[in-house]
């Protein structure tokens, strides 16, 4: 089986033990990437390998704080591949979200996509649909699928989703609701078949991230956001399914 290796510099790896496992290491075509770290380390191997997504797991090693898609520590490694050879393990598929900017700028998402400028406030046509849904006034808007609904969404108040279920989030950051001013100023679930489109009003002033990675982009005049048809998978225990992880990190 061939492998990579992702780490975020602070956790030693055996590769000898990978070798005596009959593992073969294949760093540009791996058919499973071992994330050494915590979740931000998770979601860098993810971008590394975007282009083969389909062809690919990922197996978390936890190395760091918080570790929401790491089932294994670092002293399990023996027995992990043991449980991957043996197909002892379970698939756990999450869907991406995929973005447009500008009609020329596209990627995916694995946690969310930021809109937001903390100094000015910022003014936002919400399109769904291509039908107008509201004005938005206030600091920015996160768009997240199933898999980033337990990370910065949740934090703004944004509801936790069952990664089986083919949506994704829209959720205000520090909306502007009074008299004059109106938002639904609550997080917005839709369907896969949903399409979101942002366009500001004073596109000069608008700070954009992907999974805590700044875009730089200064001219910002629309933002398209759905459901990707990609997705990831990561492995994990049978034992070790979402809503454990959900009690582990938070409960």
Same mark, same amino acid.
């Given at each position: 089986?061939?492998?990579?290796? !992702? =780490?975020? %510099?602070?956790?030693?790896?055996?590769?000898?033990?990978?070798? &005596?496992?009959?593992?073969? @290491? /294949?760093?540009?075509?791996?058919?499973?990437? !071992? =994330?050494? %770290?915590?979740?931000?380390?998770?979601?860098?191997?993810?971008? &590394?390998?975007?282009?083969? @997504? /389909?062809?690919?797991?990922?197996?978390?090693?936890?190395?760091?704080?918080?570790?929401?898609?790491?089932?294994?520590?670092?002293?399990?490694?023996?027995?992990? @591949? /043991?449980?991957?050879?043996?197909?002892?393990?379970?698939?756990?598929?999450?869907?991406?979200?995929?973005?447009?900017?500008?009609?020329?700028?596209?990627?995916?998402?694995?946690?969310?996509?930021?809109?937001?400028?903390?100094?000015?406030?910022?003014?936002?046509?919400?399109?769904?649909?291509?039908?107008?849904?509201?004005?938005?006034?206030?600091?920015?808007?996160?768009?997240?699928?199933?898999?980033?609904?337990?990370?910065?969404?949740?934090?703004?108040?944004?509801?936790?989703?069952?990664?089986?279920?083919?949506?994704?989030?829209?959720?205000?950051?520090?909306?502007?609701?009074?008299?004059?001013?109106?938002?639904?100023?609550?997080?917005?679930?839709?369907?896969?078949?949903?399409?979101?489109?942002?366009?500001?009003?004073?596109?000069?002033?608008?700070?954009?991230?992907?999974?805590?990675?700044?875009?730089?982009?200064?001219?910002?005049?629309?933002?398209?956001?759905?459901?990707?048809?990609?997705?990831?998978?990561?492995?994990?225990?049978?034992?070790?399914?979402?809503?454990?992880?959900?009690?582990?990190?938070?409960?």
């Amino acid at each position: 089986m061939k492998y990579a290796i !992702f =780490s975020n %510099g602070k956790i030693d790896v055996d590769k000898s033990l990978f070798l &005596k496992k009959g593992f073969k @290491l /294949d760093e540009r075509n791996p058919e499973v990437v !071992f =994330s050494f %770290g915590g979740d931000g380390t998770m979601l860098k191997a993810i971008h &590394k390998y975007e282009d083969i @997504l /389909d062809k690919v797991k990922f197996v978390g090693i936890n190395g760091g704080t918080l570790g929401f898609f790491t089932s294994f520590e670092k002293e399990e490694l023996d027995y992990t @591949l /043991d449980m991957i050879i043996n197909n002892k393990l379970i698939d756990n598929e999450f869907s991406l979200l995929e973005y447009e900017i500008n009609n020329e700028k596209k990627g995916l998402a694995v946690n969310e996509i930021a809109i937001t400028n903390p100094i000015h406030t910022q003014i936002i046509d919400v399109f769904i649909n291509e039908k107008l849904l509201e004005t938005f006034r206030g600091t920015g808007f996160l768009v997240s699928p199933p898999s980033g609904s337990t990370a910065y969404n949740k934090s703004l108040g944004g509801s936790v989703i069952d990664p089986s279920l083919k949506a994704f989030q829209l959720t205000e950051i520090a909306s502007i609701n009074n008299r004059v001013y109106k938002t639904i100023a609550s997080p917005i679930i839709l369907s896969q078949k949903n399409k979101v489109v942002l366009v500001p009003k004073n596109n000069s002033n608008i700070y954009i991230s992907v999974d805590g990675e700044s875009l730089n982009i200064k001219d910002v005049k629309e933002i398209k956001c759905s459901l990707s048809d990609k997705k990831i998978i990561i492995l994990s225990h049978y034992s070790d399914d979402f809503w454990q992880r959900l009690k582990r990190a938070f409960i």
